[in-house]
């Protein structure tokens, strides 16, 4: 049974950082393209930034860029979201998600993650 499990959410100051993590058991993480969702209240789940097989190939939402950074360490099988510079519009519940594409496509779209974790909540007070 296939279960992914995010950690790093926590409360933290704007200006502040938080590095989300990323695991999964059952799931070779090294062998699926990666993503971070985030989950406003009120709002709909947006892609937040992907990554492909190797890391070499990313992807950031213009909200996050120059602040985020996806990456990636399949040895550990682990995925990381480190978010600097975090502004209260950053606060959500923020998902994991594994997708299986073939090496070196990265992907945008929700409907192709196949396994989801729980969600980390992150919240970012002004």
């Known amino acids: 049974q296939v279960q992914v499990v995010e950690s790093g959410g926590g409360l933290v100051q704007a200006g502040g950082s938080l590095r989300l993590s990323c695991t999964a058991s059952?799931?070779?993480?090294?062998?699926?393209?990666m993503g971070w969702f985030r989950q406003a209240p009120g709002k709909e789940r947006e892609g937040v930034s992907f990554?492909?097989?190797?890391?070499?190939?990313?992807y950031y939402a213009d909200s996050v860029k120059g602040r985020f950074t996806i990456s990636r360490d399949n040895a550990k099988n682990t995925l990381y979201l480190q978010m600097n510079s975090l502004k209260p519009k950053d606060t959500a519940m923020y998902y994991c998600?594994?997708?299986?594409?073939?090496?070196?496509?990265?992907?945008?779209?929700?409907?192709?993650?196949?396994?989801w974790g729980q969600g980390t909540q992150v919240t970012v007070s002004s």
């Open positions: 998600a594994a997708a299986s594409l073939s090496y070196g496509v990265v992907s945008t779209e929700e409907r192709s993650y196949n396994y």
């Open positions: 059952g799931l070779t993480l090294g062998k699926h393209a």
């Open positions: 990554i492909n097989w190797s890391g070499r190939n990313t």
